[in-house]
Structures are given as C-alpha cells and as structure tokens.
C-alpha cells in the first residue's frame, strides 16, 4: 500500500503547509499566494485537512511581506547547562518541528520546495528526530506538481540518507553563493552600488545597471541627516533626533518607526558619507556625500564611545536641572514640585533646601550666557582640540584679518571714500565667501564636537540661541559655565532674586 494510499484512508490525517518566502522573494504577493493556493490542492489531492499554514519571517516591522534568507549565520547560544553552540534562530521552523514531535497523531509536512526546508544540518537533523519519534513524513511538489515522498512514517534509511545528502548539497550551494557575494562585493566596492536596502538618504539612480548602478541624494533626507549630525555634535542626544523624526513625520526606509538604533545606523552608515566598503577598509564612493567626511568621523567617534550613555532616558526639560548645586549643602537640584498652583521650581533632591521657581532661574541664566555669547571674541573662545594636520592659530588669524577688512570697508564707505554700490557689494561678497570657507574648516578641524559652533558664524546670538533644542542649550551652559549655584533669596516675600543665583565661569574664559 502507497502512503498515499494509506493517508486516504486515515479521515484525521492532517498537514503542516510551511513555506519560505525566499523560495519565491522576487515574486509578488499574487505569486505567493498562488503558490500557497498550490500546496493546498496538493494537500486536499492526499485527502489531508491543512491544519494552519506556518510562514518563515512573513512580516516585518510594519507588516508588510519580507523575504527570509535561505541560510542565516549561526550565533553562539548557551544552553541551559552551558554548554555552547552555534545556531540559527529560526522560529517558525522550531515550532513546526515541536508541534510535529508532540502531537499524538503522525502529521505529514508539506513544504515547497524539498531543497528550502532547512541549510542548517542542526536544523535538519531536529527535523529527522522529531518525524522519526512522532512517525510523521514529509512531501513537497515536483516539477510537474505530483506529490514527493521525503520522509514516510517516521523515514526510511535510504529516505534519511538521501534527506541528509540534501542539507549538504543545500549547504554547500548556499556557501558558494555567499562567497560570490563577498567577492562581488569586494570587486564592485568604491565602483558601483551592489543593492539591498538603500541608505538612507539616498535613491537608486532610475536606468542604471548592476554593476554601474548608482545613488543620487534625496534631498528631504539628506537634510534630516544634516539636522541629526549638527544636533548630535552640537551637545544633543540621540533621543532628542528620534523624537524630532517622529514630529517632523519623516519616514524610515521601510516605514517602520524611529528607534534608537535606526538613527544610529541611520549616521553611522559609510554611505552617507559618500564611502563603500571594501572588505575591512573604506574607499570613496560613485555617489555624493551628504556629510563631510570629518564631520563622520566625529559622529562615529560620538555614537561608538563605549563611555557614552546609549540608554534613550528622558530628554531633560530644563537648562541647569542635575547641574545647579544647592547653596547649603551642594546636592544637585532637579526641577519638581508643580501642580496645586505650584510653578515647576529646582528643589534639592534629597536636601529641600531651596525652592526657586525653574522658569525665571532658565530664564535668568540664558540672559547671562546670551550676553557673553554676543561678544565680538566668541569666534575664538573655547574652542576644542584641532586634529594635528590642522593649522588651526592660521585660520583664527585668517578670520580676525577677515574682520578687519570688514570693518576696513564699513570705514571707507561711512567716510565717503567708496560709494559706488556695485564695488561695495563685490567687496563684501568676497568677503563673506572667504569667512564661510574659513568657518567650513573650522567646523571640521575639531577633533571633538565643538557646541558653540552655531554662535561663531556672526548670527544674533539671541536668534541662534531660541533655534537650539533644550539639549543643545545645556549643552551650551555646561561649556561657559563651572557651576551653578542656587541660594535662599537674601530678602523674603514675592519675586525672583538674580543675586540668590551665583555662577562661576568657565576659567578658560577669564584667561
């Protein structure tokens, strides 16, 4: 008798239909579905009742169809008594082989392809267990759509043999084709884009080619990189970018939403600063960058600082809140205490020592800052560490001669001595176009991120203050300032005593 003789006359026989979508990942969803449509006729031609139908990574992030690979890497896993092994992780295909091992009576497996049940010989071999233990079998199509015995009632020697020869054959195939990936990679690294999920940022270029294919800028994502990069090395957080993406209702590559690690992969990608990657180095790419490369590096240095704190938290709301002291005992203050008619104020965490209302001591304290900010030395104050190659004593004195030749022009047309509009607008433009490539410089010659960027390029010092987000501004606090601290106002009742605030300077500043 013919299993399928057999299964005909079993009424509670039931199947397990599982199916990749690698096996058909350049399809369409009407292909897919088909094909699922194909094993339940398949299945109904055996007289088996199709159970449910498990799908390998079916879904993604925001639930629309992905492909699976057909051979992942394994990962180190530790079992329960410690032992150590190399695995994949494939879900799915673990449940299916615990419910064909469990159950009381045999089911039979229908996959799609006899080649794409499993590359992994672990996998495989939990697989043969379990059929062997539960007597259950597996079919899967043929060319011609007949059903093909793989394994029957639990699987017969030569069944095994030819089904472990498989996982090799599968194995060994899907080796050859991730070395010719690896070589291709290699080869075309620096000349051509190899594919995959674009970087964000960018776009294919429409009617390249493999092998000549490449990427333009997409200018709205380009300039929410460029926002990110000047927010991050400007004092702000990650959580801060993640949240600005999310107002500002920018979409992801693959729609699903913004997360901590989608920015960062988001900055960290080598395309973004127009490189490829050639096996552990970087070479320049066929496509624009959209950052500087130094202005990469110090976002790479930033976000892979094993130091730095990659917890999201809570973006802080208030300037000097865990900076300010307490006059009495020197506890950091926080910001609390709001509700019942009560104004948010900085009180003492553990202390109670004061209580000042936390609006008009910000307020109090971003006067301050402003006002040394406006001071016609804030192009040179502060500044962080060039990197060796830079000259940066030759660029500030480039600027300073810049400035004079500024105020040189102001004089002599003030003085009568130059009043044709024409040569007054030449001047000043070459003026302006020499102090902005001076100022590109000096914003990439730093060997860290330099927070009081924005105010040296001559803006008011007021407007470029209100653009910052609140993690910049106290980012900014904590470069010109030393200390903050707050005392019991020396007069009682009503009102904002500035004298009970007292802060101390940068001593840079005072040098």
């Given at each position: 008798?013919?299993?399928?003789?057999?299964?005909?006359?079993?009424?509670?026989?039931?199947?397990?239909?599982?199916?990749?979508?690698?096996?058909?990942?350049?399809?369409?969803?009407?292909?897919?579905?088909?094909?699922?449509?194909?094993?339940?006729?398949?299945?109904?031609?055996?007289?088996?009742?199709?159970?449910?139908?498990?799908?390998?990574?079916?879904?993604?992030?925001?639930?629309?169809?992905?492909?699976?690979?057909?051979?992942?890497?394994?990962?180190?896993?530790?079992?329960?008594?410690?032992?150590?092994?190399?695995?994949?992780?494939?879900?799915?295909?673990?449940?299916?082989?615990?419910?064909?091992?469990?159950?009381?009576?045999?089911?039979?497996?229908?996959?799609?392809?006899?080649?794409?049940?499993?590359?992994?010989?672990?996998?495989?071999?939990?697989?043969?267990?379990?059929v062997?233990?539960?007597?259950?079998?597996?079919?899967?199509?043929?060319?011609d759509?007949?059903?093909?015995?793989?394994?029957?009632?639990?699987?017969?020697?030569?069944?095994?043999?030819?089904?472990?020869?498989?996982?090799?054959?599968?194995?060994?195939?899907?080796?050859?084709?991730?070395?010719?990936?690896?070589?291709?990679?290699?080869?075309?690294?620096?000349?051509?884009?190899?594919?995959?999920?674009?970087?964000?940022?960018?776009?294919?270029?429409?009617?390249?080619?493999?092998?000549?294919?490449?990427?333009?800028?997409?200018?709205?994502?380009?300039?929410?990189?460029r926002?990110?990069?000047?927010?991050?090395?400007?004092?702000?957080?990650?959580?801060?970018?993640?949240?600005w993406?999310?107002?500002?209702?920018?979409?992801?590559?693959?729609?699903?939403?913004?997360?901590?690690?989608?920015?960062?992969?988001?900055?960290?990608?080598?395309?973004?600063?127009?490189?490829?990657?050639?096996?552990?180095?970087?070479?320049?790419?066929?496509?624009?960058?959209?950052?500087?490369?130094?202005?990469?590096?110090?976002?790479?240095?930033?976000?892979?600082?094993?130091?730095?704190?990659t917890?999201?938290?809570?973006e802080?709301?208030?300037l000097?809140?865990?900076?300010?002291?307490?006059?009495?005992?020197?506890?950091?203050?926080?910001?609390?205490?709001?509700?019942?008619?009560?104004?948010?104020?900085?009180?003492?965490?553990?202390?109670?020592?004061?209580?000042?209302?936390?609006?008009?001591?910000?307020?109090?304290?971003?006067?301050?800052?402003?006002?040394?900010?406006?001071?016609?030395?804030?192009?040179?104050?502060?500044?962080p560490?060039?990197?060796?190659?830079?000259?940066?004593?030759?660029?500030?004195?480039?600027?300073?001669?810049?400035?004079?030749?500024?105020?040189?022009?102001?004089?002599?047309?003030?003085g009568?001595?130059?009043?044709?509009?024409?040569?007054?607008?030449?001047?000043?433009?070459?003026?302006?176009?020499?102090?902005?490539?001076?100022?590109?410089?000096?914003?990439?010659?730093?060997?860290?991120?330099?927070?009081?960027?924005?105010?040296?390029?001559?803006?008011?010092?007021?407007?470029?203050?209100?653009?910052?987000?609140?993690?910049?501004?106290r980012?900014?606090?904590?470069?010109?300032?030393?200390?903050?601290?707050?005392?019991?106002?020396?007069?009682?009742?009503?009102?904002?005593?500035?004298?009970?605030?007292?802060?101390?300077w940068?001593?840079?500043?005072?040098?």
């Amino acid at each position: 008798m013919t299993l399928a003789t057999r299964l005909a006359t079993t009424p509670a026989s039931e199947a397990i239909i599982y199916l990749r979508l690698s096996d058909f990942r350049d399809a369409d969803d009407a292909t897919f579905e088909a094909r699922e449509a194909e094993l339940r006729d398949l299945a109904a031609a055996l007289d088996l009742r199709v159970r449910r139908v498990a799908i390998e990574n079916d879904l993604n992030a925001n639930g629309k169809a992905r492909g699976a690979s057909a051979y992942k890497t394994p990962r180190q896993v530790t079992t329960a008594s410690g032992l150590i092994t190399f695995r994949t992780r494939r879900p799915v295909f673990e449940a299916v082989v615990l419910e064909m091992q469990a159950n009381p009576v045999p089911l039979v497996l229908i996959v799609g392809d006899d080649s794409r049940i499993t590359r992994n010989e672990r996998d495989g071999l939990d697989l043969l267990d379990a059929v062997r233990v539960a007597k259950a079998s597996v079919v899967a199509p043929d060319d011609d759509g007949e059903p093909k015995w793989l394994l029957t009632d639990g699987g017969t020697t030569s069944q095994v043999r030819a089904f472990r020869d498989r996982i090799q054959d599968a194995r060994r195939y899907s080796d050859g084709v991730a070395a010719n990936v690896r070589k291709g990679r290699r080869r075309w690294a620096g000349v051509s884009y190899q594919g995959g999920r674009r970087p964000f940022g960018y776009r294919v270029a429409e009617g390249t080619e493999e092998h000549a294919r490449n990427l333009v800028v997409d200018d709205a994502e380009a300039a929410a990189i460029r926002h990110a990069a000047e927010e991050l090395l400007g004092g702000g957080s990650v959580a801060a970018v993640e949240r600005w993406l999310r107002e500002q209702r920018v979409p992801t590559v693959t729609g699903a939403a913004w997360g901590h690690a989608t920015v960062r992969d988001m900055l960290l990608k080598p395309a973004v600063a127009g490189l490829a990657v050639r096996g552990a180095t970087l070479v320049p790419a066929p496509w624009p960058a959209i950052l500087k490369r130094p202005v990469w590096e110090q976002l790479r240095q930033l976000l892979t600082n094993p130091e730095r704190r990659t917890s999201a938290g809570n973006e802080p709301r208030w300037l000097v809140s865990l900076f300010a002291q307490c006059g009495i005992c020197g506890k950091p203050l926080s910001v609390g205490g709001a509700g019942k008619g009560r104004s948010p104020a900085y009180v003492g965490k553990v202390c109670g020592h004061v209580r000042r209302n936390a609006v008009l001591v910000d307020d109090h304290i971003a006067a301050l800052v402003v006002a040394r900010l406006r001071k016609p030395d804030v192009a040179g104050i502060l500044l962080p560490p060039a990197r060796p190659e830079v000259d940066l004593d030759g660029l500030l004195h480039q600027r300073e001669q810049l400035a004079d030749r500024r105020a040189k022009l102001g004089r002599m047309v003030a003085g009568g001595l130059l009043d044709d509009e024409a040569t007054i607008a030449a001047i000043a433009a070459e003026i302006a176009a020499d102090d902005a490539a001076i100022g590109a410089q000096l914003a990439t010659a730093a060997s860290e991120p330099d927070v009081l960027e924005p105010f040296r390029g001559g803006d008011p010092a007021d407007q470029v203050w209100e653009a910052l987000s609140v993690p910049r501004r106290r980012a900014v606090v904590r470069k010109l300032l030393d200390a903050v601290v707050i005392e019991r106002p020396a007069r009682r009742g009503p009102g904002f005593d500035p004298d009970a605030i007292k802060i101390t300077w940068n001593q840079a500043l005072a040098a």
